[in-house]
């Protein structure tokens, strides 16, 4: 719950095949771990909140692709 004026930030690891891989030697599911992905987490602050902006952080030197995401939404 947010007052007008709030701000809304999360950040969630972004579900990749290599992630999902990576968990495996572990003997668990990445699912079990991060329960919604950026994706559903995304569509639900936008679905009561105004966004703002929602940036993907890369990893190391680039490679791999986006690793995180991180959102920022507002309520008017």
Same mark, same amino acid.
């Given at each position: 719950?947010?007052?007008?004026?709030?701000?809304?930030?999360? #950040?969630?690891?972004?579900? =990749?095949?290599?992630? +999902?891989?990576?968990?495996?030697?572990?003997?668990?599911?990445?699912? *079990?771990?991060?329960?919604?992905?950026?994706?559903?987490?995304?569509?639900? #602050?936008?679905?009561?909140? =105004?966004?703002?902006? +929602?940036?993907?952080?890369?990893?190391?030197?680039?490679?791999?692709? *986006?690793?995180?995401?991180?959102?920022?939404?507002?309520?008017?």
């Amino acid at each position: 719950m947010l007052r007008p004026g709030g701000q809304l930030v999360y #950040a969630a690891p972004v579900e =990749r095949p290599l992630m +999902v891989t990576a968990f495996r030697p572990l003997a668990t599911d990445i699912r *079990s771990q991060h329960f919604s992905t950026e994706k559903d987490i995304a569509h639900q #602050a936008g679905e009561s909140f =105004r966004r703002v902006r +929602v940036r993907r952080l890369l990893g190391p030197l680039g490679h791999f692709g *986006s690793l995180y995401e991180v959102g920022y939404f507002a309520r008017d």
